[in-house]
């Protein structure tokens, strides 16, 4: 079965799951993004993207759709291997939400560590 893996110095843990939405606050803005993913052939497919409103360097891209004070855009990216996240305990920790339930990131993954970069990637998982 596919599933994800999330890897960092020290840290591999693996979550059975086809889809999670990765969710962060824009450090000077304070403005919530929000990324859409699902597995795709041992990829991550981003599906859908969302901004809470707009400010330095938050423009909604060409072709967003203006909902509920949410700008809405499908990325026109290819399928990723795998996402590299850094980290910071200067600024809020991302979340992942699965399932309608967000998890503070440091609840999956432990603690924001210095300099730490956490790996989010499809796996095969047990």
């Known amino acids: 079965m596919t599933g994800l893996c999330l890897a960092a110095a020290g840290l591999a843990v693996t979550l059975p799951l086809q889809a999670f939405t990765l969710g962060w606050t824009h450090s000077i803005e304070k403005i919530r993004w929000e990324e859409d993913y699902r597995i795709v052939d041992l990829r991550l497919q981003l599906v859908e993207a969302r901004i809470r409103g707009t400010g330095a360097g938050m423009e909604a891209p060409a072709g967003a759709i203006l909902k509920d004070g949410v700008w809405h855009y499908r990325p026109a990216l290819p399928p990723l291997k795998r996402l590299h996240l850094a980290r910071s305990g200067y600024v809020a920790d991302y ?6 339930v967000c998890h503070p990131m440091a609840e999956i993954a432990g603690p924001v560590g210095a300099g730490s970069v956490l790996d989010i990637f499809p796996c095969h998982v047990r």
């Open 95 to 100: 979340e992942m939400c699965w399932d309608g």
